[in-house]
């Protein structure tokens, strides 16, 4: 039974992973569409600081998935029957 709560932490540290991962493949298109959208250059101030906060989304992301991944295959599972 114990088995069962570490298993869904693996997959929940592995979606926060990939969405992380996601996110990286998915900001340069997106920022084209935002920076055509708003009419901006992309070299603009605010064009920047979007760039660094989807940037910092995707970096905690990908870290959190990856603490939770290493948290659950390091806990072994505990024997509560003695």
Known sequence: MDRQPNMLQLIWGAAL??????????????MAQIAAARQLPESSLE?????????????LLVGGG?????????????DDAQ
């Open 17 to 30: 992973a990939a969405a992380g991962i996601g996110v990286f493949f998915m900001l340069p298109r997106r």
């Open 66 to 78: 990856v603490r939770k991944i290493y948290s659950a295959l390091k806990t072994p599972p505990t």
């Open 47 to 59: 064009m920047l600081f979007l760039w660094f906060c989807f940037g910092l989304l995707g970096v």
